[in-house]
């Protein structure tokens, strides 16, 4: 079965017209915000190797959302490879985060865990005159 290559939660991406590199911009390890619920918007992108007998094989890639209190969501997409490896790209808009938490993607590949990242999602704290601590006023 196909081989993961990589799996990165990031907050945007961009994919070179010429030459097909990929760049991901800001990958998520940590959110803060001072009011919940908010909305996070992400990229996952997972890039799978093809092994010996995947030439005719339908894959299925799940991309579940948990998030404490929450039911997980999932992202399903299907591919065939065509070349020796396939990049998944999902961008999910709007996640409504409620509380702070612990916020984990999980890739299946055809209903078997591939890998997680998870982010770590806390509250700011804001002072009387709604600054964090600790901000520069200038």
């Given at each position: 079965?196909?081989?993961?290559?990589?799996?990165?939660v990031s907050e945007s991406m961009s994919i070179d017209?010429?030459?097909?590199?990929?760049?991901?911009?800001?990958?998520?390890?940590?959110?803060?915000?001072?009011?919940?619920?908010?909305?996070?918007s992400i990229i996952a992108v997972s890039l799978w190797?093809?092994?010996?007998?995947?030439?005719?094989?339908?894959?299925?890639?799940?991309?579940?959302?948990?998030?404490?209190?929450?039911?997980?969501?999932?992202?399903?997409?299907?591919?065939?490879?065509?070349?020796?490896?396939?990049?998944?790209?999902?961008?999910?808009?709007?996640?409504?985060?409620?509380?702070?938490?612990?916020?984990?993607?999980?890739?299946?590949?055809?209903?078997?865990?591939?890998?997680?990242?998870?982010?770590?999602?806390?509250?700011?704290?804001?002072d009387t005159a709604g600054s964090p601590p600790n901000?520069?006023?200038?």
């Open positions: 079965m196909a081989r993961l290559e990589f799996f990165i017209q010429f030459t097909n590199r990929l760049s991901l911009f800001n990958i998520l390890e940590e959110v803060e915000s001072p009011n919940f619920p908010f909305q996070l190797m093809k092994e010996p007998g995947d030439d005719e094989r339908d894959f299925q890639c799940i991309l579940r959302v948990s998030m404490p209190n929450v039911p997980p969501r999932e992202f399903t997409v299907n591919f065939r490879f065509i070349s020796r490896r396939h990049r998944v790209i999902q961008n999910i808009q709007a996640i409504q985060l409620n509380e702070p938490g612990v916020l984990r993607f999980e890739v299946l590949l055809n209903g078997q865990h591939a890998a997680s990242h998870e982010i770590d999602v806390s509250g700011i704290t804001m901000a520069e006023v200038g």
